[in-house]
């Protein structure tokens, strides 16, 4: 669902800020968060939000 580039949220962890995804390998994401840097999430286990702005 997500592609690189994409901007989101992780949606229990408000304090990680925007997240810019920067791959997404077979539904595992990693994400570039502002607050706490590169994180890899299971996207079958964390619904990530999307951010539109």
Do not use: Y
Not at 17 to 22: D, F, N
């Amino acid at each position: 669902m997500f592609e690189p580039g994409q901007i989101v949220r992780h949606p229990s962890q408000p304090d990680w800020g925007k997240g810019q995804v920067q791959s997404n390998i077979n539904g595992k994401l990693t994400v570039m968060f502002e607050q706490v840097g590169k994180i890899v999430i299971d996207s079958r286990r964390v619904a990530l939000l999307a951010v539109f702005e």
